[in-house]
């Protein structure tokens, strides 16, 4: 694999970018990289108009065939012969019952099927369609089966990055409330009202003028949690038509939630994987964060937007 990074010194499209610093290529085989090969930030793009800002890094890679074989809405992140860890793009379903629907698991059957893998993908757990970030696959039943039968001793750290509205005060703290499904979205108590306890950590990692950069572990896993969590305190996560501001004019066009951390058990070998991914460039980019600029600290060590 052939491997290229060139660093944004300037605001531009990705088509024109790739166009002006790589002139012996024609604008089809730029093209053809942009369908395959391409990532900013660490992140896959297929976007021709995707906004590029000062500090990004744009990576070129020339794949092999095999390689050129893997889905375009997901990144494999991990891949044994027992389980994927994805990061999964933003406005992509992890699983759906209607036939035809694009989903991670048809991504990854089409994926295994292609290259030669007897197996099938199933889910282990679930985000929203538009949160990003990492999630586990198993490639098989049983697999899946060993993760549910001990969630909580299996998965040992798992945490999310938002920006919501304003600044929070207190900077850290525990929300606590009782989920229950309404009609239209989900509904959340102080008191217990039959429904479900929902327990969120969080804490404030940055801010602007605007918004908050925020840290969120999750000791429970309910339907919307970390959203109707932060609209519950005032801080809607940014661009969320459901929970969100009706008039949320930020400049970002998908919802303002990430995945960031997953550490786990592996069931199979037991060995401890810890993955990571980067803080999405839209977030850096309402925070007015540099590329390489430490913005969260957690455990001692600070996360850093790369891989």
Not at 142 to 158: I, L, Q
């Amino acid at each position: 694999m052939k491997k290229k990074e060139f660093k944004v010194a300037e605001d531009a499209t990705l088509l024109e970018f790739l166009q002006r610093n790589m002139p012996d290529s024609s604008r089809n085989n730029v093209k053809e990289l942009l369908a395959h090969s391409v990532y900013v930030d660490g992140r896959r793009s297929t976007r021709f108009d995707h906004r590029l800002y000062p500090g990004m890094t744009v990576t070129v890679e020339r794949n092999s065939g095999k390689e050129r074989l893997r889905p375009s809405d997901l990144d494999i992140v991990y891949e044994d012969r027992h389980l994927f860890v994805i990061n999964k793009h933003y406005g992509l379903l992890s699983y759906s019952k209607h036939v035809g629907d694009k989903t991670v698991i048809t991504e990854l059957n089409t994926y295994l099927e292609a290259s030669g893998q007897h197996c099938h993908a199933h889910i282990v757990h679930r985000l929203d369609r538009d949160t990003s970030g990492l999630l586990i696959v198993s490639k098989s039943k049983d697999v899946s089966r060993k993760f549910e039968e001990d969630w909580k001793g299996s998965v040992y750290d798992r945490r999310y990055v938002a920006v919501v509205w304003g600044s929070i005060v207190p900077s850290k703290g525990v929300i606590r409330s009782w989920l229950t499904d309404g009609k239209y979205c989900v509904l959340s108590s102080v008191t217990d009202n039959g429904g479900k306890l929902a327990v969120t950590h969080y804490e404030e990692k940055g801010r602007s003028k605007c918004y908050s950069l925020v840290e969120l572990k999750l000791d429970t896993g309910r339907r919307n949690q970390i959203r109707v969590h932060l609209r519950e305190m005032g801080h809607p996560v940014v661009h969320d038509p459901m929970y969100g501001y009706k008039e949320d004019r930020a400049p970002i066009n998908r919802l303002a939630l990430h995945a960031f951390r997953l550490c786990f058990i592996h069931p199979i070998t037991g060995k401890r994987l810890a993955f990571e991914t980067p803080l999405p460039s839209e977030f850096r980019q309402l925070m007015d964060i540099s590329g390489d600029k430490e913005v969260i600290e957690s455990d001692g060590e600070s996360v850093r937007n790369n891989l």
